[in-house]
Each structure stands twice: as C-alpha cells, then as structure tokens.
C-alpha cells in the first residue's frame, strides 16, 4: 500500500498532482478529499468520474479551509509492474540494436513498397553509402536491371509469410559488385504485414573459391580442356537425321557435316555454356548462367532453328532436324550420371513426338512450360496483329429493368490455341510489363466503342473498365484514362473504372490521391469483387468511390444459402448507408434476381440477362431491341 498527499489551491494543482504522481496508472486506489467549495468538488468529482474511473472518492473529516487537502490510498504495485515492464522493453531493444549494429552481416529493412526504412552498419561498410543516402529510397534502384522482376517476386512471396531466400549480385556505389545470399521475412506489427527485413551475407569470396576448385574438378589439369564430370546440368541433344546423311554421302562426308554442325552449335552457344560429344551423333550442353526453364526453352527452340538451316557438301545441300531433352539440377538429379541419364530419357520422348522438339524429363513442367512460352511469345504482338478484342456484358437497373450500360471484358484469340482465358494471359502480361500496353488499348477500344454508341442516339450509356493492380499503379495511368477520354471524347462521368480491393490497398496514401484525381475529372470508380479481398470497413469509408460490386461467389447460391442471403444484404444495407451504388455480378437465375431487386439492390449483370456480346449483337440485341427485363 502506498500513501500520496497534496495541498491544492485550485483544480489546476489538481490535474498537475494526478499527472505527477501517476495514479492513473493503479488499478485500485482511493481518494480523500476534505472540504470544498461545491465548485471545486464538482470539478474534482468530474474529473475522477472521467480519468480515473477506478477510483473511490471520499470526504475527509476536517474543517473548510480555502485549501483543499486530499491524500491516495494505492492499494496494489501495479506502478511496479510498469516500471519492471519498461525495464525489460528497454533491455530488449537494447538487444535488438546490438544484433542488428553489430551484426557481421547487412541487415536492412523495407516498407511494402520495398523503400528502405533501415539499413545497419555492416551495409554503409559493405556497399560504400551512408544510412542518409539511401533511406526512403527504393531498394531495386540498387540491384541490376535484369533481376528486378525477380527480386519483385521473392518480395510479395515473402509479404505472403513466406520467407525467401536467393542469391544476389549486388553492385556497391564504387562499382565493385558483391555476391550476397539473401533472406527475406515479413515484418508483422499487431497481426499485419507492414514490410520486410533482409539479412545478407557476402559470399563472394566463397563463391570463387568454389568456382576455383569447381573448374579443377571438371577441367583436365594438363589441357584446360572440359572432361566428362562438366556437363552436370544437360541439354541432350541428338542429330536425328545423321544416320541418313552417313548412307548418302558415306562415313567421312558424314563426319565433315558433324564437324560443321559442331560450330554451328558452338557459335550460338550462351555465356557459361559447353559443350561436348560422347560419341555418334550425340552432343551434350552444359548451361550454367540464366538456367530458369523459361530462358533455356526459348534458347533450345532457336538452337533447332540453327540446325534446321540446310548445311551444305560438295554443292549438295542437306537438311538436318534434331531434337533436345532437357534436365535440370537439382529437380532431375543430384549427380552426372542421373541428370544424363533422364536427359536422354528425354531426347527419346522428343524423337517418339516426331523430332525437332525441345522435352522436359519433367513431364508436368513440360507441358506447362511450353504452353507458358507459347503464350508469352504471341502475347507480345496480340495487339499488333488484332488479336485482342473486347465483348461487353449488359448490365441492368433492377429497378427499371433497362440496360444502362456494360462492362468491357477483353479476349484473345490466339493463332494455334484459339480463345485464351483472361486467367492465363492477363498474370502474363503482368509479370512481363505488356499489362500497362494492354489496359491503355482497352480503356481506349471501350471508350471509343461507347462514344459510337452515343453518337447512335444512346447518349446515357456508361461503360465499366477493369483495372489491374500492377496498371492502377503505375505513375502514368492517370494520363492513360485522360487520353483515353480526350481521344474518344466521352463524357468522364459515363466511364467507371473497376479496381479490386487489394490493388487500392498495395499503396493505400498513393491510391486515394489517384482516386480523388479521378473523381474531380468525373469518372467512378468501383470496387471489385467485393467480400473476398481485405473488406475493412474502416478503410471503405475513407476511400473515395461511387459503386461496389457484390463478388459472383456470394450470389452463385444466394437462392439457397442463408448465409449468402444475409452476407448480400449486409453489402446492399452498407451500401446505401454509405450512398454507394450496388452491383450484383454472376447472376445465373430469374430467382437471384428476384432476391436481388427485393433486397434493392441496384443493379444486376450475368447470364440470366445477357452473355457478353460484341459490339455488334450488343448494337443489334440490346440497343435496337430496346430491351426492358422484368
């Protein structure tokens, strides 16, 4: 127990004694008080009634005095147990700063935007820049060109939880460049991913002596030249018409032509690359820089373009396909033997195909690689050779039962494949920086087509645009939807652009100021697939948008699941609390519109009103038909 006392002329010396003597600290404590003016009193009473709730007031026997004289009474060591916490959280960040000041290693720390928030001594040493130099700056200014998109991988990979861990060449401000193995984890405050820490060690000295000891044991210490323990990592690569070639012009002509596709193949190799022959028509590759499926696909198909090229003997022109199998360490093996042995398991899967082809041993990765690389090859040039198109998807006032206008979906039909999902190609066009190309044709294309339209006479159409994160947030997508606007010369407030909830989120200060930007041009914006993102209502009613759209998974069993009934009513109530405009998409039935429009909801797409159209049936179908769905 612990006893406190003051004399006190005014409530001022009051507060200031409260404060000094901390009681707002202690769970259980009463106070005395002696005679007052009822002013005072009244204050005093008040101020206990709201900043020390868990205090007692009493009165103290005594005579009236100008002079209020009150005592505490503290009843537990809470103030203790304060004093004692603050002791151990001083002693733990004081470790914290240890390890990480002390640390061998750099130590650094980034926001979720990957700008550097902390960077620890042995960094400034190893890199040759001062802590002032580099914060607040984005860390893949840093790192070299070609490893960004990688490096911007293993960043959201370890934002998800996971964390990351990579080989790194990273040049210091001097130029020199240093070999650092990295690790990457989430920072996590109260239960949220706030950003990472990145701990890296220099391992460049380890790695030439590796490299060192690494030539010695696959070179021949006399000649320099490869032996057979060098190729670990091996495109098999099998001649398959030479036995043809050695019946037509003999074994030595047969052996010329070897030679001459020998450099052939010699002069196309990548840097890092060997190569050697194990006997007949059989050459072997060693790859060991940029060994990523992808890159080694796309090189192996121009290898057979080279060798497709008609070699010629003796003024006799001969034609030669072949065909590759590819293993890779460590998924195909650990050792020589394992990773030619499955690479020539699969050259033969290659020669059953009919040759001239490139096989994986991994059959699974084989075909999702090659139907990965067939994408993004056609991808690239999709909008050049108008390949992309955009159907639209009616979408109705439930109301009044007229279409006010659709939303653009963009399509592909690739030359080979045929019509390509979205799904497939949109993360492509993504990851290879087409998207920002893509989303500028089609805010244009659904701009230009709804102009038409309101040129036909349907002045009240709007159009919906889908927004990806990566496009929402680039410097220049502002300037993209004004042109779009001042080329097709539609009203701002007849486009609405989509955005999905974590694309707001990414950079939720730099998303506001673009979305008010929008509005003050007078385009809406919406949130996508609402319900099945962050859904903060804390962060819903600072962001500035017009309209949310009800995700199709809550309205896919809305007929029949309660849950889903009481889920789209609280999103339709939110709503219009928030005088918001609601749009349910995926409906399928007249039943779920019926729901909808009695739970009054707004306005409605899916197939039970229309499929997406061209711009052709939406003309002829919706516009012309003069459409009312009751």
Known sequence: MKLFQTVCKTFADW???VSDSR????????IFVSSLSPSFRMQVERYVQHHLPQAQLLPMIGDASEHAIICALVFDDYRANMDEMR????LSEQYYRSLFEHNPDIVYSTDLEGNFTSVNPAFERVFGYKADEILHTNSLDYIKKEDIPRVRRYFYRALKGKVQQYNLEIPSKSGEVYLLQIKNVPIIVDGKKVGIYGIGRDITEQKRAEEHIKYIAYHDIDTGLPNRLQFTNIVKNAIDNFKMVNGTIGHYGG???????AERIKNVLPKGAHIGRFGGDKFSLLLTKQTDVQTVVEWAKKLLQHIASPIVYEEKEFFLTASVGVSFYPTDGVDAQSLLKNADTAVNRAKQKGGNSVKLYATKMNEQVMYRVELERYLRKALEKSECFLVYQPLLDLMTGKIIGSEALLRWKHPKIGLVSPLDFIPIAEEIGFIHDLGRWVLTEACMQTKKW???????????????ATQFQHPTFFEDVQQALKQSQLPAHCLHLELTESSMLRNMYYSIHVMKKLQQLGVHVSIDD?????????????????TLKIDRSFIYQLHKDRSDIA????IITMGHGLCLKVVAEGVETDEQMKLLKRLKCHYAQ?????????????????????VVIQ
Do not use: C
């Open 530 to 546: 609402f319900g099945t993102g962050y859904s903060s209502l804390s962060y819903l009613k600072d962001l500035p948008i017009n």
């Open 15 to 17: 507060e200031r004694w």
């Open 87 to 90: 002791q151990k959280m001083k």
């Open 454 to 468: 309101h040129d036909l006479g349907f002045d009240s159409l709007m159009i919906s645009v889908n927004v990806s």
């Open 567 to 570: 889920i789209v009513k609280s």
């Open 606 to 626: 899916g197939y039970a009103i229309f499929k997406p159209l061209s711009a052709e049936q939406f003309e002829q179908q919706v516009l012309q038909g003069n």
């Open 255 to 261: 052996d010329e032509i070897l030679k001459q596709m």
């Open 23 to 30: 009681l707002y600290e202690y769970d259980q404590l009463t």
